[in-house]
């Protein structure tokens, strides 16, 4: 779902930027501000782990073609849904600014259309008070599957529905609205399916070894919780799926991609003439040093970088939390 640049005005593009940008620092403020404990760790490994499950493409039979998970959801679940929106974010840069996965010009419209839906709106509005965690029982499994392809559908489809409205919005292409809303809609549907039915395996999986997780952020201050083997856990799947499942990706188009050729005959659009696109393309061919992961190790490569953004970011935001606390004030000299 990843937008390029040439779907949208520099308008939108820019108003979707402020947008991102401000629950980008709701979401810092959240982070400094959060009582959980070992929190930098499991949002560093949790990324990595994203980047390389973005990276396998699953066929949508009988379409020719493709999806792969998002992820907010379950960030959100593990992390919170502040904490898991930042760690998303991140993903989202890592892909653009490395690997021009998605325009640079269009950022804003992508963290906001999968980061936000999913992680600040389908997990706390429906996947947090439908399951409950934390309290005496835990969910059968069969509930967590039903809630988490639940939450990934309602979240995939506002997404669909947030790139029709942006690319509608900006009027510089010439697609039908409405056959690329059905089209997004009904593509986006089996992604979310698939997405819940991968997010659900991962939850119950967590639910049954180390339940603690899944409380979101409402932890009492103090109490910890060890995290060292989900860490170590979620860095192994990173590495497998980054060096070895991501080389069976499906090579149909993505439901963007297929949505786009459905209405235009071609899933590549002319590029736009504004300025603000231009220096954009400028920008990100400069920084793009893996464009299109054709790197034989863009998994492992991207998956570390992630890893160490998040980790330093989310280091930086709990160090100044860390450090206010342990402030004394000084007593007056008698």
Known sequence: MHMSDAMLSPAVAIAADIAAGALLVIAGSKIKNSTRDNLVPLMGVTGAFIFAA?????????????????????????????????????????????????????????????????????????????LGFGGSRRPSDLKIFAVSVLACVVGLELGALMVSFETVASGVTSIPSGKFLLLMSSIHLAIGVGEGLATGAVIVFVSRTRPSLLSGDDIP??????????????????????????????????GLEWSIEKVSGSAELPDSPAPLASGSRAVQSATSIMPDYENTFSGIVGATMVLILVWSVSSVLTGKRRTAALRVPKRDKP
């Open 54 to 130: 973005q990276m396998v493409n699953f066929a949508i039979p009988g379409t020719g073609s493709s999806g792969h998970i998002v992820g907010g959801v379950l960030l959100a679940a593990l992390l919170g849904p502040w904490a898991g929106f930042l760690t998303l974010a991140s993903v989202l840069i890592i892909q653009c600014l490395i690997f021009a996965d998605g325009g640079l010009m269009a950022l804003g419209c992508n963290i906001l259309n999968m980061g936000a839906m999913t992680a600040l709106v389908a997990y706390p509005l429906l996947f947090r008070p439908l």
């Open 221 to 254: 201050a103090g109490k910890k919780r060890g995290i060292k083997a989900p860490v170590i856990a979620f860095a192994v799947a990173a590495a497998v799926v980054a060096g070895g499942l991501s080389f069976l990706a499906s090579s149909d188009p993505d």
